[in-house]
């Protein structure tokens, strides 16, 4: 009888721990292929460092990455693949959604299965009101829109014509500008609002140089689309005929600033992080970065959303011990400080997005290479759309 009791106990020591050696299941959305497929590397980049930089186990658990690629925005693929993720792969996070339209897609998956959805781009306001379960490591196109156009209000411009894409994040920048520029005095003398897929841009900027305001305030996602308006904005000739092009930092992504080349000479934006920021955490990033990747590729604002955003998940699972629970994940990411790269951050409790500096950028060319140079900021700026 005793030795059957025993028997008994070890087997189910034996189950703990076989429950306890499984890895912990990180499901990654991201664009992986298609014109956006730098998003995905950049994103995963930083998820991939953080996890070199501070081993593979937490809590005695594995940390796996499930990389899944939505290859764009594609809302329908999004879903499929968070459904496919929480009932077959049973994960215990999803990470990354470059795009709204994805990650508004799976927002309901993460509400039903109870699984922390840690958003590492996608940038409407409206996202971490969708599910209990969204916590947000980017920032908000209304944080960085808000920041532009108040330094464009205090900087001697007083009319301004703005362009932006038509879907969600284009319409939040479009909104928060015109609303604090507008609040501060300032003219919004015309706007656009052009296709998110292959737009010609050509037609629309003479529309803003026939205007002739002070500034246009454009706003495009990161990658081709943003390097052919910034082509454009100086091939049209708006920069000779004396108006600024100001914008949020996805216009002007360090990634793609070399490729933009004298183009993106002189263009103002708003945003949370360049690889110029001056800070002891920031170098250390840098230098870990190229060793991994090497010094070819510069990792941008979704590098260090994707790093910071392990860094909250591996926080968790430190705090709960490896015993994953949804609900008390989110409990500990509420309020949650970390010490990133590109400054202070903090999730607001309240709404479970980022609290961060805004800086004021202008890029400049040091020695080869351009760069978005911080000359002023915002610290702890909340997200103003919500």
């Keep these: 009888m005793k030795i059957r009791m025993l028997m008994a106990v070890c087997i189910m ?51 796996e990455l499930i990389v899944k690629d939505v290859g764009g925005p594609a809302p329908e693929v999004a879903k499929r693949l968070a459904q496919e993720l929480a009932s077959r792969d049973k994960v215990d996070f999803f990470a990354g959604f470059g795009f709204t339209p994805n990650a508004l897609a799976a927002a309901p998956v993460a509400t039903q299965a109870k699984i922390p959805m840690v958003v590492m781009n996608a940038a409407s306001s409206t996202l971490t009101g969708r599910s209990p379960y969204i916590v947000r490591t980017s920032m908000t196109i209304a944080q960085n829109s808000m920041g532009i156009a108040s330094w464009a209000a205090k900087n001697g411009i007083k009319r301004v014509f703005m362009l932006y894409a038509d879907y969600g994040p284009g319409q939040d920048g479009a909104s928060q500008f015109r609303k604090t520029f507008s609040e501060a005095g300032g003219s919004i003398v015309g706007e656009v609002a052009v296709p998110l897929k292959n737009p010609d841009f050509g037609p629309f900027l003479q529309r803003i140089k026939d205007a002739k305001p002070d500034a246009a305030f454009m706003w495009v996602p990161s990658g081709e689309m943003a390097t ?43 945003g949370h992080y360049s690889v110029a920021h001056d800070s002891a955490e920031n170098k250390a990033f840098l230098k870990s970065y190229q060793n991994q990747f090497g010094v070819s590729i510069k990792p941008n604002f979704m590098a260090v959303a994707g790093y910071d955003g392990m860094a909250a998940i591996y926080e968790v699972v430190k705090r709960l011990k490896g015993q994953m629970d949804g609900e008390k994940a989110m409990e500990i990411l509420k309020g949650l400080k970390l010490n990133s790269p590109r400054g202070p951050i903090m999730i607001d409790p309240q709404t479970r997005d980022i609290i961060q500096t805004v800086y004021i950028r202008r890029v400049e060319r040091r020695d080869k290479d351009l760069f978005n140079i911080e000359f002023d900021k915002l610290p702890n700026v909340k997200d103003p759309g919500k």
Excluded: C, F
């Design 13 to 63: 020591g034996m189950a703990r721990l076989a429950v306890a050696a499984d890895p912990v299941k990180v499901g990654v959305i991201v664009e992986v292929t298609g014109p956006q497929a730098e998003y995905g590397m950049q994103m995963t980049n930083g998820m991939k460092l953080y996890m070199q930089e501070h081993g593979d186990t937490v809590a005695g658990r594995k940390i």
């Design 228 to 270: 052919a308006l910034v082509h454009g904005y100086r091939e049209r000739g708006l920069d000779k005929a004396g108006i600024k092009m100001i914008s949020t930092s996805d216009a002007v992504d360090d990634a793609l600033l070399n490729v933009m080349g004298d183009s993106a000479l002189g263009i103002v934006t708003a």
